[in-house]
């Protein structure tokens, strides 16, 4: 069963026998007519003929999270009768960028974080620590190329430290400062280049004066906790495995992390022929996308090993944009 739809079951049903009693109790229907999916009229994307005229190819990147983006929006586009190809799984964001300036592909999400740092090649250590400001500055960095970056999500996928749940709460931590005293006791683990990096370990244990007594190198970070080869680890916000209850992410209390909100990279002649309606239309879809959204999506890729596409649609359905 899609675990997804399991908090939205009961307000589904709930609204589908609202509509159903309307309709059985008056029989002049006003203009609350019938888009159908059991979803108000107001919310459902409406499909435009003429916007059949308008071709976008939306990318995304090469990992799950990006695949279930992508098709969010390109499903939402489809829906509103664009023209709409797919290029997803293109690889990085050096790739995909390149790929959005020279016209291979009309959009595709990226963090505002890595806007800033991997293709604005700003340092970590200059980044905003509000989302509104590092998105303001995405807008003005893209501009340059010819690029729109679209409202950001509610959801960000940024770094965190992160332990075994029952390990969390023998120590007794929730935020990262909590773990000053306990650091020369504890194992970290993280990808290898992060032990030196400034924007990783260096970084965390300068900001919240840290000093861990070990560090493991390792690109399986949940693998390593889990086999007690480390006490704590790097995740990321948005992982799928903190969908089962087994793992504990830290507060980042200090805000060391810069903000990885999505905003919706696209080509400025395209997001012009979306409309007023399109763009407003792409900005409504991603409201629901909250970090706990996000990281059930992702759990459905990639431990129950559900399609893509087929996520994109189910969270489009459930949230009334489409039947």
Same mark, same amino acid.
């Given at each position: 069963?899609?675990?997804?739809?399991?908090?939205?079951?009961?307000?589904? $049903? @709930?609204?589908?026998?609202?509509?159903?009693?309307?309709?059985?109790?008056?029989?002049?229907?006003?203009d %609350? %007519?019938?888009?159908?999916?059991?979803?108000?009229a107001?919310?459902?994307?409406?499909?435009?003929?003429?916007?059949?005229?308008?071709?976008?190819?939306?990318?995304?990147?090469?990992?799950?999270?990006?695949f279930?983006?992508?098709?969010? #929006?390109?499903?939402?586009?489809?829906?509103?009768?664009?023209?709409?190809?797919?290029?997803?799984?293109?690889?990085?964001?050096?790739?995909?960028?390149?790929?959005?300036?020279?016209?291979?592909?009309?959009?595709?999400?990226?963090?505002?974080?890595?806007?800033?740092?991997?293709?604005?090649?700003?340092?970590?250590?200059?980044?905003?620590?509000?989302?509104d400001?590092?998105?303001?500055?995405?807008?003005?960095?893209?501009?340059?190329?010819?690029?729109? @970056?679209?409202?950001? =999500?509610?959801?960000?996928? =940024?770094?965190?430290?992160?332990?075994?749940?029952?390990?969390?709460?023998?120590? %007794?931590?929730?935020?990262?400062?909590?773990?000053? %005293?306990? @650091?020369?006791?504890?194992?970290? =683990?993280?990808?290898?280049?992060?032990?030196?990096?400034?924007?990783?370990?260096?970084?965390?244990?300068?900001?919240?004066?840290?000093?861990?007594?070990?560090?493991?190198?390792?690109?399986s =970070?949940?693998?390593?906790?889990?086999?007690?080869? &480390?006490?704590?680890?790097?995740?990321?916000?948005?992982?799928?495995?903190?969908?089962?209850?087994d793992?504990?992410?830290?507060?980042?209390? +200090?805000?060391?992390?810069?903000?990885?909100?999505?905003?919706?990279?696209?080509?400025?002649?395209?997001?012009?022929?979306?409309?007023d309606?399109?763009?407003?239309?792409?900005?409504?879809?991603?409201?629901?996308?909250?970090?706990e959204?996000?990281?059930?999506?992702?759990?459905?890729? $990639?431990?129950?090993?559900?399609?893509? +596409?087929?996520?994109?649609?189910? #969270?489009?359905? &459930?949230?009334?944009?489409?039947?």
């Amino acid at each position: 069963m899609n675990r997804y739809l399991r908090p939205l079951l009961a307000a589904l $049903v @709930a609204l589908c026998l609202a509509l159903a009693a309307s309709a059985c109790g008056d029989d002049d229907d006003d203009d %609350g %007519g019938g888009d159908g999916g059991g979803a108000p009229a107001s919310e459902a994307i409406q499909s435009d003929p003429a916007n059949a005229n308008t071709r976008i190819t939306v990318g995304s990147k090469n990992f799950p999270e990006q695949f279930v983006l992508g098709e969010i #929006y390109a499903q939402a586009l489809e829906a509103a009768g664009f023209d709409v190809r797919k290029q997803l799984n293109i690889g990085s964001e050096v790739v995909a960028f390149k790929a959005l300036r020279q016209g291979e592909i009309d959009a595709y999400p990226e963090y505002t974080g890595t806007v800033l740092t991997a293709l604005l090649n700003r340092k970590t250590e200059d980044l905003p620590k509000d989302p509104d400001v590092a998105y303001e500055q995405v807008v003005e960095g893209v501009a340059d190329d010819n690029l729109t @970056a679209f409202p950001r =999500t509610p959801f960000e996928n =940024t770094y965190r430290l992160g332990l075994l749940k029952e390990r969390a709460e023998e120590l %007794g931590v929730t935020t990262t400062s909590d773990l000053a %005293g306990e @650091a020369a006791d504890l194992t970290i =683990t993280g990808y290898p280049e992060c032990r030196q990096r400034l924007d990783c370990l260096l970084g965390v244990e300068r900001v919240y004066d840290l000093e861990f007594g070990d560090f493991v190198a390792s690109e399986s =970070t949940y693998e390593v906790l889990d086999q007690g080869e &480390a006490d704590v680890g790097f995740l990321f916000t948005t992982d799928a495995q903190l969908s089962t209850g087994d793992y504990t992410a830290l507060e980042d209390d +200090e805000r060391f992390f810069p903000p990885y909100n999505i905003t919706l990279l696209m080509r400025n002649a395209k997001a012009e022929a979306l409309g007023d309606a399109g763009r407003e239309m792409l900005e409504r879809i991603q409201e629901p996308l909250t970090e706990e959204i996000m990281i059930e999506l992702n759990s459905r890729v $990639v431990i129950d090993k559900e399609k893509p +596409e087929d996520v994109a649609a189910d #969270y489009l359905r &459930a949230e009334g944009f489409i039947e």
